[in-house]
């Protein structure tokens, strides 16, 4: 009994207010006080082969291949889910609300993990990805899918975003190597995609339901490694002088808004142009001219408005990170019009077979992933990003370029072209999207990575409308010309022409009724069709050879960063015993008074 009193006497004395070591800290260009257990310089020998660390790769490996597999799959099973649950004109809606919401969600998972911690901005948008995919596949709706797609979309944002969550947490010469590593798990879903959605359809009772079945499957098994394995520094590790109420209060919610407002706004309206309105309606062009200005509108809001903007001017002024900007988004240019006219012209021009058509199909989803991962392996090895990017916009500006002889005799020569053209393309996508990490400061790498995203789906998706509306007007144009030659040559009567062109909008089947229709007129019918096509895509893949210029000549100004490419370790993960022990310690300093010493000490 006597021997518990000195205890006693211990608890009842205060505890001391703990001494401030500015030392254990960094400072950051924001004012932010970082723990030094957020920073890599701490990492200890074997860190690397960790179960924290591996397991960590491993579902975002997992994520980017259920990422490819909820969207490529479902991209080449359109038709047969309208098909389905139609038909309805709505199914346009569903890569329209894809397309929306990823564009949007680059920046916002980006910028508010950057300031919040990424731990469960990861977590919650691959949950949002389950919940889609869930939705999807047991639709028994178009509108349930439309609704499916917005959660895959916002989700999927952050499943994109690998660029920020791994690269940050290795040697900044290994970043290509990671990236690299991450889009292996990309090759099922990115590469073989399109075969494996029409070998569903084909070959199982549910059909394209399995597209969402396996996502379900692959990105469960990623939350929960993300859950067990995923702990980069939390709030309080990249916020000692700051409190969570603070950063809240400082948020830019003026900025968000309109940058929400005029993506979305504008998005809608480009993807609306030809599709599901005419280009010249009401619809269309105030929605562009709307969302335009209020993209003008945020610019300027965030030059001179919030303290803290959502995203500032200097990342805009940064010439670095813009011509990387630039040089993804010439990559994208050149790859969208083959996401748009390849899997169309296989159809169009060489086969029937769905499966034929998906290995067809194929060529450009893998070549591209096949770039994608070359680049990130040679990256730090060969080094001199500026002679890389100068060399592969050369070369995939003249082979996707050269794809405008492309014909129906042309199958096996335009097949190469795409797989080469596409492996180049890979390159000058990837290679900025690694790069760009460099140009700003670790604390904003979700920030530039985001910005860079957002943009790159906006120039993607006016890319898709022009090259979508270009091959439309002009295969229309050239199909009215060369049909009727074609087939009043082959012995159709000129009186028949009006009944055939309205039959050609009703299917093979109408056909046989046209008067003087028959075997030599179909087969001429057949052949000016194909003419037509591929004339309309003469004029699309020419105008690719523009944008490549425009990326050739960014390439020039691009400098080298040979010399970051070291072994700092900008930020490292905990273990679950490690972040509560720092929780604990952080919550015994007084944010205001470490905010006024690290002041005081750092003038």
Not at 26 to 52: C, I, M, N
Request: proline residues 5%.
């Amino acid at each position: 009994m006597e021997a518990a009193t000195p205890h006693a006497d211990e608890k009842a004395v205060p505890k001391p207010e703990p001494p401030i070591h500015t030392e254990d800290f960094k400072v950051t260009a924001h004012g932010d006080v970082l723990a030094e257990e957020a920073l890599g310089a701490s990492v200890q020998p074997g860190y690397f082969r960790s179960p924290t660390f591996l397991g960590t790769v491993l579902a975002q490996g997992l994520s980017v291949q259920a990422a490819y597999f909820g969207w490529v799959l479902a991209s080449n099973s359109l038709a047969t889910m309208n098909e389905e649950l139609g038909p309805s004109d709505s199914y346009l809606w569903i890569p329209l609300a894809y397309t929306l919401t990823l564009a949007t969600g680059y920046l916002l998972f980006g910028r508010l993990s950057d300031i919040f911690g990424r731990r469960w901005f990861v977590i919650y948008s691959n949950a949002l990805v389950l919940v889609g995919s869930i939705v999807a596949c047991t639709a028994q709706s178009i509108s349930a899918l439309i609704v499916s797609n917005v959660f895959i979309g916002l989700g999927g944002a952050a499943q994109f975003s690998y660029g920020c969550i791994l690269p940050e947490l290795v040697p900044c010469k290994a970043r290509g190597l990671v990236n690299g590593f991450i889009m292996v798990f990309s090759i099922p879903g990115a590469a073989f995609g399109p075969v494996i959605a029409k070998a569903l359809i084909v070959n199982t009772a549910a059909g394209w339901r399995w597209n969402y079945y396996l996502t379900i499957i692959m990105q469960g098994i990623a939350i929960l490694l993300f859950f067990l394995f995923y702990r980069p520094p939390t709030f309080q590790m990249l916020h000692m002088n700051r409190t969570l109420k603070e950063k809240v209060m400082t948020l830019d919610f003026g900025g968000i808004t309109l940058f929400l407002a005029g993506m979305v706004l504008f998005l809608l309206g480009i993807n609306w142009g030809g599709n599901i309105y005419p280009w010249k309606s009401a619809a269309v062009i105030s929605t562009i001219i709307i969302g335009f200005l209020l993209l003008v509108a945020f610019v300027v809001y965030e030059s001179y408005v919030p303290s803290d903007p959502f995203v500032p001017l200097w990342l805009l002024k940064n010439t670095q990170f813009m011509l990387l900007t630039v040089i993804a988004c010439v990559g994208g240019m050149l790859y969208y019009p083959l996401n748009i006219v390849w899997p169309t012209a296989t159809a169009a021009l060489w086969t029937d077979d769905l499966i034929y058509q998906g290995w067809l199909t194929m060529a450009f989803v893998g070549g591209n992933t096949l770039g994608d991962i070359v680049c990130c392996a040679i990256f730090a090895r060969i080094g001199r990003i500026r002679y890389q990017l100068m060399f592969f916009t050369t070369v995939v500006t003249a082979l996707i370029g050269s794809l405008a002889s492309t014909t129906q005799h042309s199958k096996d020569r335009s097949t190469v072209l795409v797989i080469l053209g596409t492996i180049a393309c890979g390159c000058v996508e990837m290679i900025p999207i690694t790069s760009i990490t460099f140009t700003v400061q670790p604390e904003d790498i979700g920030m530039a990575i985001g910005t860079q995203g957002a943009i790159r789906s906006a120039v993607g998706s006016i890319a898709v409308a022009m090259y979508g509306s270009v091959l439309s007007s002009r295969n229309t144009a050239l199909s009215t010309k060369l049909i009727p030659k074609a087939v009043t040559a082959a012995g159709l009567p000129d009186s028949s022409l009006p009944a055939l062109f309205t039959a050609l909008t009703q299917g093979a089947d109408a056909l046989q009724t046209v008067p003087g229709f028959n075997a030599r007129v179909g087969a001429a019918l057949s052949t000016a069709q194909k003419d037509a096509f591929s004339g309309a895509l003469k004029i699309v893949f020419l105008m690719t050879i523009a944008f490549g210029v425009c990326g050739m000549v960014a390439s020039v100004f691009i400098k080298n960063i040979d010399h970051l490419l070291t072994g700092e370790v900008v930020r490292r993960l905990h273990d679950r015993g490690q972040t509560e022990l720092h929780e604990a310690k952080a919550r015994e300093y007084d944010a205001p008074r470490l905010a006024t010493d690290v002041e005081e000490k750092t003038g």
